[in-house]
């Protein structure tokens, strides 16, 4: 299986500050399509996942524009340009180029 | 407004069967594959497999950890896709969560509660 490694695991930061969050895959994710199937997912507090980033800068529906994200091949960020309160959660980068698809470890976001 | 809900979940002993439930509404049901997630207490997220829209082809994948006890079907009629975990085991334990699509789940249900427990 393809090893997602997130870094930080944790990640306190100071409201209107940025943040980064690193995911490296062990694999390239570049599909046989052209195409990188690299996701990124907030999980608030007690909640469902919630997808912000799809193929690797594609941002959702609805997803505010402070969060973007880059990358290509196996180095991928997911960045906060100025944190808010809501940004509370965890954060998980996954891949679903090879089967089966696999989530980093998480990074949790809380404010200094 | 696209809606996954989960539901079934609940307390069993360990070996017994349980059979989850996944009803969608917003989007054109059968058209869509449905993947299912799920997260031990505490922890991250894992994949358990999905199940594929049988306009594509009819293909069902699973993670190993549950491959020969778990199984995906889906009723497009009623707009549900369903979850049978038998022979189940302390560590099935975790909200279980489906999601629309494959490669790029966007839209998640709110997850139901397995605890296997004696």
């Known amino acids: 299986d393809v090893v997602m490694t997130q870094s930080p695991l944790s990640l306190p930061v100071t409201l209107g500050q940025p943040a980064s969050i690193s995911c490296r895959s062990s694999?390239?994710?570049?599909?046989?399509?052209?195409?990188?199937?690299l996701n990124w997912f907030q999980q608030r507090p007690g909640q469902s996942p919630r997808r912000l980033i799809y193929?690797?800068?594609n941002r959702d529906s609805g997803v505010p524009d402070r969060f973007s994200g880059s990358g290509s091949g196996t180095d991928f960020t997911l960045t906060i340009s100025r944190v808010e309160a809501e940004d509370v959660g965890v954060y998980y980068c996954?891949?679903?180029?090879?089967?089966?698809?696999?989530f980093g470890q998480g990074t949790k976001v809380e404010i200094k | 407004e696209v809606q996954l809900v989960e539901s079934g979940g609940g307390l069993v002993e360990p070996g017994r069967s349980l059979r989850l439930s996944c009803t969608g509404s917003?989007?054109?049901?059968?058209?869509?594959?449905i993947s299912w997630f799920r997260q031990a207490p505490g922890k991250g997220l894992e994949w358990v497999g999905y199940?594929?829209?049988?306009?594509?082809?009819?293909?069902?994948q699973y993670v190993a950890s549950v491959k020969g006890r778990f199984s995906f079907s889906r009723d497009d009629s009623e707009g549900i896709a369903y979850l049978q975990m038998n022979n189940l085991k302390t560590e099935d334990t975790g909200v279980y969560y489906c999601?629309?699509?494959?490669?790029?789940?966007?839209?998640w249900g709110q997850g139901t509660l397995v605890t296997v427990s004696s």
């Open positions: 996954m891949q679903g180029t090879h089967w089966p698809g696999t």
């Open positions: 917003g989007f054109t049901f059968g058209a869509q594959s």
């Open positions: 193929q690797v800068s």
């Open positions: 199940i594929a829209s049988k306009i594509y082809v009819e293909t069902e």
């Open positions: 999601a629309r699509n494959v490669w790029q789940p966007d839209s």
């Open positions: 694999q390239t994710l570049v599909y046989s399509d052209g195409n990188t199937y």
